[in-house]
């Protein structure tokens, strides 16, 4: 079956010119017509413009061209830009917006020829666990649609996961790539800050923020980082260091390798079998060659409360601009302050009205020094909790999520509680590091499980081998769910 | 032992916040709410609020502040020059416009 190919696979068929682009994308539409309604990973398909690219990158085939993409149905999540679909960020707010431009990662994909099938949902502005706040309707783990997918890149997980694409970008900002390949069973890199250029995407928490790819393997995540990173005049905060060929250094061996494992992350009060699959992670991983230390990060605890500082203080600055002028919903009102009010009230969901509320009381007179100064000095020591370890290891490796999918419905009244889901992903985002979640194992009920490998800033080619190596002495990643299609 | 923090910060219901201090930052942030969220939002951010006064615990005296994790500074684009996106690009998603330009109520009274 077509929509079963990883990218390398659907590559090494289109090459040969035993299958065409346009085979392979009306396989992907009718898959995604058959499963989707089951599962709400897409919140927009654009099916024409899919096709057309489908035919270009079949005649471009044909004259005997060549790129790792070509021809290659991808899903971007719906707070990126993409000229001409539409790009809501999962918000009522930006109900009907159709962006002007694309996003320098978006250029950088057409320009190797890659059929974009759609938009796929996400919590409200990229703010949530689990794609329940998206304004648009909650998306469906395909491993058990009762189930959340995680978030906030959910409907990038499950269309993945659930072969209605090749692979698809997301973005993390405290684990929203990571914690839904976990909870769907795909692979996610959230790179290091500053790796790719976040030019086109709607800002959440602009010091946090990256863009990354979700793949059904490592070699696939591997080619798809390698294609979006690298430095961007329209980024100032994209660093100017040169990309490695990732896909070109993965290894199935991990000889020499030092590998971290951080008692802070194996706690009281996580899903036992995620432990025991993640120590069990640890064990192949030495046996494939690398050395196991113990290292500490001292300060992790801190990791939650400074996030909820300065993600929601950014993000209420970021939010400012929705104001009705420009784009999105105008709910009009007699004078301009008013028509301000009643849009924001009307057309932000609820986690992001009191995400502006935390961080605007975080950030205004006489709370600034208290909340956001300190949070942002607590920034500094877990930042060097990280910079202390990565003197003695090459890698960390961890848990991505202390839980498997969590029911449907089951934390959206406590946001606190939903907040913990996030709890092994934030501080690598504080941190500015890279990380990486691969599939390492079921919990009783069927649930995939999350192995993650963090890696220094702009070390993702560390964390791809090791991720890889892992991957190639195990079969997590080559487990399909069955999905109930009611 | 994060989790066990945490059901402090989840189940402690004291209000470090006032309903007044809820208002006054709904202004600021250019809100309207209901006053059933304003009396929600006194009650959520206040417990997110507690539990960060965990951040007192470290000492922080010497610690300089970390706005963004990257060695860049004042980074400057060369002033050329470019293209601008065509003005009815733009203005196509326009709540409203007059001619060329965006139409909003009077700033100014």
């Known amino acids: 079956m077509l929509p079963n190919l990883t990218i390398h696979e659907a590559h090494d068929r289109l090459t040969r010119h035993e299958i065409s682009s346009v085979e392979l994308t009306q396989a992907i539409l009718e898959r995604i017509d058959h499963i989707d309604p089951a599962l709400h990973a897409y919140l927009h398909l654009a099916r024409d413009s899919a096709l057309r690219q489908a035919q270009e990158a079949d005649a471009r085939l044909t004259h005997g061209e060549d790129t790792p993409l070509l021809g290659i149905p991808l899903a971007i999540k719906d707070v990126i830009c993409v000229k001409g679909l539409p790009a809501t960020a999962g918000s009522k707010i930006l109900q009907g917006f159709v962006p002007p431009y694309d996003a320098t990662a978006v250029t950088k994909l057409r320009a190797l020829g890659v059929v974009i099938i759609g938009k796929t949902n996400t919590d409200e502005f990229a703010m949530g666990s689990s794609t329940e706040n998206s304004a648009y309707g909650v998306t469906h783990n395909p491993w058990n649609t009762n189930r959340v997918p995680g978030g906030s890149s959910g409907g990038s997980a499950a269309a993945v996961a659930a072969d209605l694409c090749l692979g698809a970008f997301g973005t993390d900002t405290g684990g929203s790539v990571r914690q839904p390949a976990s909870l769907c069973g795909v692979v996610g890199v959230k790179p290091s800050y500053g790796r790719v250029s976040r030019y086109g995407l709607i800002a959440f928490a602009s010091s946090l923020d990256q863009i990354g790819p979700l793949a059904k393997d490592v070699t696939d995540a591997a080619t798809l980082l390698g294609i979006i990173a690298g430095h961007d005049s329209l980024d100032s905060t994209s660093m100017p260091v040169p990309v490695p060929d990732y896909a070109s250094h993965l290894r199935s061996e991990l000889k020499g390798m030092r590998v971290g494992v951080p008692k802070e992350y194996f706690i009281e009060g996580m899903q036992p079998e995620v432990e025991q699959a993640v120590q069990t992670a640890i064990a192949v991983m030495q046996s494939l060659g690398a050395e196991i230390r113990e290292v500490s990060l001292p300060h992790t605890d801190y990791g939650l409360p400074v996030y909820y500082i300065i993600a929601p203080a950014e993000a209420s600055a970021n939010l400012a601009r929705f104001d009705s002028v420009r784009y999105g919903l105008r709910i009009d009102r007699d004078d301009l302050w008013e028509t301000y009010r009643a849009t924001r009230g009307q057309g932000f969901g609820p986690e992001v009205k009191r995400r502006i509320m935390l961080g605007t009381y975080a950030l205004s007179t006489g709370y600034y020094d208290a909340y956001y100064l300190k949070a942002q000095k607590v920034r500094t020591l877990i930042k060097g909790d990280f910079d202390t370890a990565f003197k003695e290891v090459d890698v960390i490796a961890c848990p991505t999520s202390p839980t498997t999918a969590f029911k449907i419905g089951e934390k959206v009244d406590n946001p606190l509680q939903m907040y913990l889901s996030d709890v092994f992903t934030l501080n690598q985002n504080l941190a500015g590091i890279c990380g990486i979640s691969l599939p390492c194992g079921f919990d009783g009920q069927g649930l995939p499980i999350g192995l993650q490998i963090d890696g220094p800033a702009f070390g993702e080619e560390t964390i791809l081998r090791v991720a890889y190596a892992y991957e190639q002495a195990t079969d997590w990643h080559k487990q399909k769910p069955v999905i109930n299609v009611k | ?109």
């Open chain 2, 1 to 109: 032992m994060i989790i066990a923090h945490c059901s402090v910060f989840i189940y402690n219901r004291g209000m470090s916040i006032t309903l007044q201090e809820v208002r006054h930052v709904a202004e600021l942030a250019k809100l309207h709410l209901s006053e059933v969220e304003e009396k929600l939002y006194q009650v959520q951010l206040s417990a997110i609020l507690d539990y960060a006064q965990r951040l007192n615990a470290p000492d922080t005296a010497s610690i300089p502040p970390t706005a963004t994790v990257l060695p860049l500074h004042s980074i400057m684009r060369d002033d050329e020059a470019r293209p601008s996106l065509p003005v009815a690009d733009i203005l196509a998603n326009a709540p409203a416009r007059a001619d060329d330009a965006f139409e909003v109520h009077a700033v100014l009274e």
